[in-house]
Structures are given as C-alpha cells and as structure tokens.
C-alpha cells in the first residue's frame, strides 16, 4: 500500500507504576488499522531475562520494530548485567544514530525492580517524575488516571489496572484484555 492511502496502526496503551517496592507495567491487547481492531489479544509486555537478570518491557507502535529493540536491549543487558540504565542510554544511541534503527516506529517501557525507564527513537531515556508513565494511543489518559491515583490506598497493580480501565473507556484504541508483569 502506498503511505498516502494507508490508514494506520493504531492502538495500545503501556502502563509503568511504581509503588510499595513493587513496578508493574501493563498492556493492553488492541491493535488496529484505520477504523478496525484487527486484534484484541496483541501482548505487548514482555519479561526477558538476560544474564538471568529480570526485566519487563512493554512497547508501543510496530511490533517488529519493537522486538528488533527488545532483542537489542537483551544483548545491551547482557554486556551490561544488572545495569538496566546504561543499556537503556546505549540502546538508545544507538537507536537515534544508526542508519537502519533510526527508521524504528516504537517506543518502550522498561524496568529491573528498581529502575523505570521510557525509552525513544529521538534518543530519549526518560524516567518518570511521578512513578507512573505511559506511552500508546491511551497512554495520556491512562498516565492522568494513575496519578489521580497514587495517593490513594490502592496498590501498584490496581492503580495500573484501573488506570488502563479509564483509559479503554475513553481511547477507542486502547482495550480492557490486559497483560500484566510485577517485578520487585
């Protein structure tokens, strides 16, 4: 299809929170092009462990462009054990610099227990203010919905729960068919 004439992917909303010791990144299933879901079941959070180090990604935008970035990620991690930052800021280098990556349509969530980190194709590893971030087509209103949240009694999974339920209330490309990863 020629760029003028195709609609467009669209869809998912990625969630990070952190609260009580615990991060939990959530995603929802919904992918679609133009005006139709073509699927509701997409999982879009990952746990990779490399160097037997935990790490859970979620990712937004073209699901070859992110795993290509995920698999990228593995082999910074594994050069890097246990320094979830500084393969964050090379993936990300390397992401804006070379000639084939730059070219990449995705954004990542990503985080060890202790870290959480979005990560972008401009060379952005951007680490939330609030301990709540999100990326996709919901992402803003599953982040206000979270923030709304944090003071409350709720924990980390809950808030990025309900949070994702505001959201596929409002984005008509965002769904409720949840994927959820905790790590500590």
Not at 18 to 44: C, E, L, P, Y
Not at 86 to 111: C, G, P, Q
Not at 153 to 164: L, Q, S, V, Y
């Amino acid at each position: 299809m020629a760029d003028e004439t195709f609609p467009g992917w669209h869809g998912t909303t990625i969630i990070g929170v952190r609260k009580g010791g615990k991060i939990v990144v959530a995603g929802d299933g919904q992918v679609s092009v133009g005006q139709t879901v073509m699927k509701g079941t997409a999982k879009k959070v990952r746990r990779l462990s490399p160097g037997g180090m935990d790490v859970v990604a979620g990712f937004a935008g073209s699901t070859a462009d992110a795993f290509t970035l995920l698999e990228r990620l593995e082999s910074k991690l594994e050069a890097t054990p246990g320094q979830l930052a500084r393969a964050a800021v090379e993936l990300a280098k390397d992401w804006r610099t070379d000639k084939y990556l730059k070219n990449l349509e995705a954004m990542l969530i990503v985080t060890d227990g202790t870290d959480l980190f979005v990560i972008t194709g401009a060379g952005d590893v951007l680490e939330p203010e609030h301990d709540v971030t999100a990326i996709g087509s919901g992402g803003n209103y599953a982040l206000a919905a979270a923030r709304g949240m944090m003071d409350s009694d709720k924990d980390a999974e809950t808030i990025a729960r309900d949070a994702m339920a505001i959201a596929a209330d409002i984005c008509v490309y965002t769904n409720g068919n949840l994927t959820v990863e905790t790590i500590e």
